[in-house]
């Protein structure tokens, strides 16, 4: 088992809709949590981190981690065509090296 | 640009060949990592640079694999006797604080291709 599990997608979604991508983690020591957008043939680029558990929102986007379980999420609201790429969670603890998950690709057409 | 910049973009080579991937970061960026990301997968770290030493090597799969930052700027990651398994995009990023939120501003990648 990884130590960071994320469905690879495709999530496919109409212009407007609200999305939800998803982390489960098995680390109990990751304290840092990051979400990346990477377009194709691009290096990633940060979205959103979190300290710990809780919530954060920035514009479009809302990133919560449950630390409980283990489990963090990013929600996009009114997705655009622009938001297609592949989304990447990222966590960390007490070295200075983040974990990636394998990405989720999400598709918004028009 | 004030980016990270990798090069070359592309490199083909052939089984068996020396491969050197080129990493230049933001300027005044202490630490330096490189990852490997092959097609559907996330990024796989290598090894991370704090100035001029390497501070973590433990993903460097094996001993082919060897990565140098002499000035604490530019990295160069070098691949001996290339292999088809190391057909990959190969992604170089740094940050000015690493010890906190972990922001790390990658370059666009150098990919490579072992025929």
């Known amino acids: 088992q990884k130590e960071v599990e994320q469905d690879p997608g495709p999530l496919s979604v109409p212009e407007g809709a609200i999305v939800s991508l998803n982390c489960t983690y098995s680390?109990?020591?990751?304290?840092?949590f990051m979400w990346y957008r990477q377009y194709s043939r691009k290096g990633p680029e940060l979205l959103m981190y979190?300290?710990?558990?809780g919530n954060k929102e920035d514009g479009r986007f809302t990133a919560q981690v449950d630390k409980s379980s283990k489990y963090i999420s990013l929600f996009i609201r009114d997705s655009q065509p622009s938001d297609s790429a592949t989304y990447l969670c990222?966590?960390?603890?007490?070295?200075?090296?983040?974990?990636f998950g394998r990405g989720t690709s999400l598709i918004v057409h028009p | 640009g004030a980016g990270v910049s990798q090069t070359p973009s592309n490199k083909v080579t052939e089984k068996g060949k020396y491969v050197e991937l080129r990493c230049d970061p933001i300027?005044?960026?202490?630490?330096l990592y490189w990852y490997r990301q092959s097609l559907g997968q996330g990024p796989e770290f290598l090894i991370y640079?704090?100035?001029?030493?390497?501070?973590?090597d433990s993903g460097l799969p094996n001993d082919r694999f060897f990565a140098v930052r002499p000035e604490g700027s530019v990295s160069t990651l070098k691949i001996q006797r290339t292999e088809r398994g190391d057909s990959a995009v190969y992604l170089c990023?740094?940050?000015?604080?690493?010890?906190?939120?972990?922001?790390?501003?990658f370059g666009e990648g150098s990919r490579l291709t072992v025929l």
């Open positions: 990023a740094s940050s000015s604080s690493p010890a906190n939120t972990g922001e790390l501003f």
């Open positions: 680390n109990s020591a990751f304290q840092y």
């Open positions: 979190t300290y710990s558990s």
């Open positions: 990222a966590m960390k603890g007490g070295s200075y090296i983040p974990t």
């Open positions: 300027s005044g960026h202490t630490a």
């Open positions: 640079f704090q100035g001029t030493g390497a501070a973590d």
